[in-house]
């Protein structure tokens, strides 16, 4: 008796194959994290009066920082710089991380007549 069995040529086993997964699905899962820990970033800024209030949230952390308006500089980007400062007395915060160039010009203006 003769007999011919034919079966898929595979590059990888089964048990192989789920060790690959299993690093696929890790690498996934850590860009999720990733992802995740910085979707709810933002900056804020708020002029109250004689205050600017400046919040940034990064990675579920919160700064608060207060300005007196009267004596705050705000200082404009250079051409390949991504944030501008705000500072006042020893203190100062960068702003605009997640702004897009051609927004830079615009914030800072309105910000400066804010501040009068």
């Known amino acids: 008796m003769k007999t011919w069995k034919m079966r898929r040529n595979c590059a990888l086993t089964p048990g192989q194959l789920l060790i690959f997964t299993a690093i696929e699905l890790t690498a996934v899962t850590a860009g999720f994290l990733i992802y995740c820990r910085h979707a709810l970033d933002f900056e804020q800024i708020e002029i109250s009066g004689t205050r600017l209030i400046v ?24 051409e390949t710089e991504k944030v501008f400062l705000i500072e006042e007395a020893g203190q100062s915060v ?22 009068g």
């Open 94 to 115: 960068q702003i605009g991380q997640f702004l897009r160039p051609e927004q830079f010009k615009r914030l800072i203006s309105e910000l400066r007549s804010s501040l």
């Open 55 to 78: 919040r940034k949230f990064i990675a579920y952390k919160e700064t608060v920082l207060e300005f007196n308006t009267r004596w705050v500089r705000i200082s404009s980007p250079q």
